[in-house]
Protein backbone atom coordinates (compact mmCIF):
# COMPACT_ATOMS: atom_id res chain seq x y z
CA UNK A 1 0.00 0.00 0.00
CA UNK A 2 1.31 3.53 -0.94
CA UNK A 3 2.86 5.71 2.39
CA UNK A 4 -0.09 8.11 3.05
CA UNK A 5 -1.53 7.97 6.35
CA UNK A 6 -5.07 9.31 8.00
CA UNK A 7 -6.06 10.34 11.40
CA UNK A 8 -8.47 9.76 13.01
CA UNK A 9 -9.44 6.54 11.70
CA UNK A 10 -12.83 7.29 13.33
CA UNK A 11 -14.36 9.95 14.87
CA UNK A 12 -17.76 10.39 16.68
CA UNK A 13 -18.32 14.28 17.68
CA UNK A 14 -21.20 16.62 18.71
CA UNK A 15 -22.94 19.58 16.53
CA UNK A 16 -20.58 22.76 16.36
CA UNK A 17 -17.39 21.47 16.82
CA UNK A 18 -14.27 22.36 15.31
CA UNK A 19 -12.66 19.71 13.81
CA UNK A 20 -9.41 18.81 12.02
CA UNK A 21 -8.53 15.78 9.67
CA UNK A 22 -5.04 15.17 9.77
CA UNK A 23 -3.62 14.03 5.51
CA UNK A 24 0.31 13.10 5.78
CA UNK A 25 2.22 11.19 3.38
CA UNK A 26 5.67 10.39 3.10
CA UNK A 27 6.44 9.96 -0.77
CA UNK A 28 7.37 13.41 -1.41
CA UNK A 29 4.18 14.12 -3.51
CA UNK A 30 3.39 17.53 -4.98
CA UNK A 31 -0.06 16.91 -5.88
CA UNK A 32 -2.77 16.02 -3.06
CA UNK A 33 -6.47 15.49 -2.86
CA UNK A 34 -9.34 15.19 -0.47
CA UNK A 35 -12.83 13.01 -1.29
CA UNK A 36 -15.99 13.25 0.29
CA UNK A 37 -17.14 9.28 0.02
CA UNK A 38 -21.54 8.98 0.30
CA UNK A 39 -22.88 6.22 2.50
CA UNK A 40 -23.86 5.09 -0.99
CA UNK A 41 -20.67 4.40 -1.98
CA UNK A 42 -20.20 7.73 -4.77
CA UNK A 43 -16.90 9.40 -3.98
CA UNK A 44 -16.72 13.26 -4.73
CA UNK A 45 -13.66 15.50 -4.66
CA UNK A 46 -14.00 18.24 -2.65
CA UNK A 47 -10.60 20.10 -2.07
CA UNK A 48 -7.19 19.57 -3.70
CA UNK A 49 -3.20 21.46 -3.69
CA UNK A 50 -0.78 21.29 -6.47
CA UNK A 51 1.88 22.15 -4.40
CA UNK A 52 2.73 24.38 -0.85
CA UNK A 53 0.90 27.37 -0.80
CA UNK A 54 -1.78 26.04 -3.76
CA UNK A 55 -5.28 24.83 -2.57
CA UNK A 56 -8.50 25.02 -4.89
CA UNK A 57 -12.18 23.91 -4.59
CA UNK A 58 -13.08 20.51 -6.39
CA UNK A 59 -16.72 19.82 -7.93
CA UNK A 60 -18.85 18.86 -4.45
CA UNK A 61 -19.11 22.50 -2.49
CA UNK A 62 -18.01 21.54 1.22
CA UNK A 63 -17.82 23.73 3.85
CA UNK A 64 -14.64 22.47 5.17
CA UNK A 65 -11.22 24.40 4.68
CA UNK A 66 -7.60 22.74 3.77
CA UNK A 67 -4.07 24.41 4.03
CA UNK A 68 -1.11 22.74 2.49
CA UNK A 69 2.13 24.55 4.46
CA UNK A 70 4.30 21.58 4.09
CA UNK A 71 4.65 19.23 0.87
CA UNK A 72 3.90 16.31 2.82
CA UNK A 73 0.66 17.67 5.19
CA UNK A 74 -2.39 18.27 3.86
CA UNK A 75 -5.36 18.83 6.87
CA UNK A 76 -8.82 19.17 6.36
CA UNK A 77 -10.77 21.57 8.84
CA UNK A 78 -14.22 21.65 9.59
CA UNK A 79 -15.04 25.12 11.47
CA UNK A 80 -18.32 23.76 13.38
CA UNK A 81 -19.02 20.47 12.11
CA UNK A 82 -23.28 19.56 11.53
CA UNK A 83 -24.70 15.96 11.41
CA UNK A 84 -24.92 16.41 7.47
CA UNK A 85 -21.20 16.43 7.39
CA UNK A 86 -21.27 12.69 8.54
CA UNK A 87 -19.42 10.79 6.23
CA UNK A 88 -15.82 9.40 5.21
CA UNK A 89 -13.16 11.50 4.25
CA UNK A 90 -10.59 10.35 1.72
CA UNK A 91 -7.03 11.63 1.18
CA UNK A 92 -5.14 10.97 -1.96
CA UNK A 93 -1.71 12.30 -3.45
CA UNK A 94 -0.51 11.43 -7.09
CA UNK A 95 2.82 10.87 -8.65
CA UNK A 96 3.94 10.99 -11.90
CA UNK A 97 3.80 13.86 -14.44
CA UNK A 98 1.42 13.73 -17.51
CA UNK A 99 -0.36 10.87 -18.29
CA UNK A 100 1.23 8.74 -15.97
CA UNK A 101 0.33 10.22 -12.88
CA UNK A 102 -1.63 7.83 -10.50
CA UNK A 103 -3.52 8.76 -7.49
CA UNK A 104 -2.83 6.16 -4.35
CA UNK A 105 -5.03 6.47 -1.04
CA UNK A 106 -4.83 7.02 2.63
CA UNK A 107 -7.21 4.48 4.42
CA UNK A 108 -9.70 7.68 5.15
CA UNK A 109 -11.57 8.80 7.96
CA UNK A 110 -14.86 8.29 8.70
CA UNK A 111 -16.83 10.69 10.54
CA UNK A 112 -19.96 11.21 12.65
CA UNK A 113 -21.65 14.32 13.28
CA UNK A 114 -24.31 13.92 16.63
CA UNK B 1 -16.62 17.53 -19.22
CA UNK B 2 -15.55 13.66 -18.23
CA UNK B 3 -17.91 11.55 -16.86
CA UNK B 4 -17.63 7.40 -15.87
CA UNK B 5 -20.84 5.14 -15.78
CA UNK B 6 -20.49 2.03 -14.21
CA UNK B 7 -24.58 0.63 -15.10
CA UNK B 8 -24.01 -2.38 -12.49
CA UNK B 9 -24.74 -1.63 -8.65
CA UNK B 10 -23.85 -5.35 -7.68
CA UNK B 11 -22.08 -8.13 -9.32
CA UNK B 12 -22.72 -11.77 -8.59
CA UNK B 13 -20.51 -14.62 -9.08
CA UNK B 14 -19.19 -17.57 -8.09
CA UNK B 15 -15.81 -18.74 -7.06
CA UNK B 16 -14.10 -20.20 -9.87
CA UNK B 17 -15.84 -18.53 -12.60
CA UNK B 18 -15.24 -15.30 -14.61
CA UNK B 19 -15.61 -12.30 -13.60
CA UNK B 20 -16.41 -8.72 -15.53
CA UNK B 21 -17.76 -5.33 -13.85
CA UNK B 22 -18.74 -3.07 -16.69
CA UNK B 23 -17.57 0.43 -17.23
CA UNK B 24 -17.85 3.14 -19.61
CA UNK B 25 -16.75 6.61 -20.15
CA UNK B 26 -17.01 10.00 -21.74
CA UNK B 27 -14.47 12.47 -22.90
CA UNK B 28 -13.42 15.09 -24.69
CA UNK B 29 -10.05 13.91 -25.91
CA UNK B 30 -7.86 11.01 -25.20
CA UNK B 31 -9.20 9.02 -21.91
CA UNK B 32 -6.91 8.16 -19.12
CA UNK B 33 -8.47 5.10 -17.03
CA UNK B 34 -8.26 3.39 -14.33
CA UNK B 35 -9.70 0.93 -12.02
CA UNK B 36 -9.26 0.91 -8.00
CA UNK B 37 -10.87 -1.02 -5.11
CA UNK B 38 -12.05 -0.76 -1.94
CA UNK B 39 -12.08 -3.09 0.76
CA UNK B 40 -14.16 -2.41 3.78
CA UNK B 41 -13.13 0.15 6.39
CA UNK B 42 -10.50 0.93 3.52
CA UNK B 43 -9.07 3.86 1.36
CA UNK B 44 -8.99 3.23 -2.31
CA UNK B 45 -6.13 0.23 -3.28
CA UNK B 46 -5.02 0.90 -7.32
CA UNK B 47 -5.56 -1.34 -9.32
CA UNK B 48 -4.15 -0.44 -13.51
CA UNK B 49 -4.63 1.68 -15.59
CA UNK B 50 -4.96 2.45 -19.33
CA UNK B 51 -2.54 5.67 -20.88
CA UNK B 52 -2.01 4.17 -24.21
CA UNK B 53 -0.61 1.29 -26.20
CA UNK B 54 -1.95 -2.36 -25.50
CA UNK B 55 -5.70 -2.78 -24.91
CA UNK B 56 -5.66 -5.10 -22.83
CA UNK B 57 -3.87 -3.99 -19.41
CA UNK B 58 -2.58 -6.18 -16.68
CA UNK B 59 -3.09 -5.03 -13.03
CA UNK B 60 -2.84 -6.43 -9.62
CA UNK B 61 -4.24 -10.00 -8.20
CA UNK B 62 -4.88 -11.15 -11.54
CA UNK B 63 -7.45 -8.17 -12.73
CA UNK B 64 -6.80 -6.90 -16.24
CA UNK B 65 -9.39 -4.30 -18.35
CA UNK B 66 -10.08 -4.33 -21.94
CA UNK B 67 -9.80 -0.85 -23.43
CA UNK B 68 -12.35 -0.43 -26.61
CA UNK B 69 -12.07 3.24 -27.90
CA UNK B 70 -15.65 2.59 -30.57
CA UNK B 71 -17.82 1.55 -27.50
CA UNK B 72 -15.55 3.48 -24.97
CA UNK B 73 -15.34 1.10 -22.61
CA UNK B 74 -12.81 -0.17 -19.91
CA UNK B 75 -14.38 -3.27 -18.60
CA UNK B 76 -12.58 -5.07 -15.61
CA UNK B 77 -12.01 -9.05 -15.86
CA UNK B 78 -10.53 -11.83 -14.46
CA UNK B 79 -10.42 -15.23 -15.28
CA UNK B 80 -11.32 -17.11 -12.28
CA UNK B 81 -12.76 -14.84 -9.21
CA UNK B 82 -11.80 -15.70 -5.60
CA UNK B 83 -14.21 -15.13 -2.64
CA UNK B 84 -11.84 -12.25 -1.52
CA UNK B 85 -12.33 -10.71 -4.52
CA UNK B 86 -15.26 -9.64 -2.97
CA UNK B 87 -15.23 -5.65 -2.16
CA UNK B 88 -16.21 -2.30 -3.92
CA UNK B 89 -14.52 -1.49 -7.49
CA UNK B 90 -14.09 2.22 -8.71
CA UNK B 91 -13.59 2.99 -12.42
CA UNK B 92 -11.94 6.70 -12.98
CA UNK B 93 -11.17 8.58 -15.85
CA UNK B 94 -9.19 11.54 -16.84
CA UNK B 95 -9.24 13.19 -20.20
CA UNK B 96 -6.14 15.59 -20.06
CA UNK B 97 -2.42 15.35 -19.69
CA UNK B 98 -2.39 17.51 -16.51
CA UNK B 99 0.39 19.88 -16.46
CA UNK B 100 -1.12 20.02 -13.56
CA UNK B 101 -4.76 21.06 -13.60
CA UNK B 102 -7.24 18.03 -14.55
CA UNK B 103 -8.93 15.45 -11.62
CA UNK B 104 -10.07 11.96 -12.00
CA UNK B 105 -13.57 10.98 -12.09
CA UNK B 106 -14.90 8.56 -10.70
CA UNK B 107 -17.62 6.36 -11.07
CA UNK B 108 -20.57 5.62 -8.89
CA UNK B 109 -18.73 2.29 -7.77
CA UNK B 110 -19.84 -1.59 -8.69
CA UNK B 111 -20.38 -4.39 -5.42
CA UNK B 112 -18.62 -7.82 -6.45
CA UNK B 113 -19.51 -9.73 -4.49
CA UNK B 114 -18.19 -13.73 -4.84
CA UNK B 115 -20.05 -16.53 -3.49
CA UNK B 116 -18.23 -19.77 -2.64
Known amino acids: EADIYQTPRYLVIGTGKKITLECSQT?????MYWYQQDPGMELHLIHY???????EKGDLSSESTVSRIRTEHFPLTLESARPSHTSQYLC?????????????FGPGTRLLVL | AQSVAQPEDQVNVAEGNPLTVKCTYS??????LFWYVQYPNRGLQFLLK??????LVKGSYGFEAEFNKSQTSFHLKKPSALVSDSALYFC??????????????FGKGTMLLVSP
Open chain 1, 92 to 104: ASSDGQGREETQY
Open chain 1, 27 to 31: MGHDK
Open chain 1, 49 to 55: SYGVNST
Open chain 2, 27 to 32: VSGNPY
Open chain 2, 50 to 55: YITGDN
Open chain 2, 92 to 105: AVRDIPPPGYSTLT
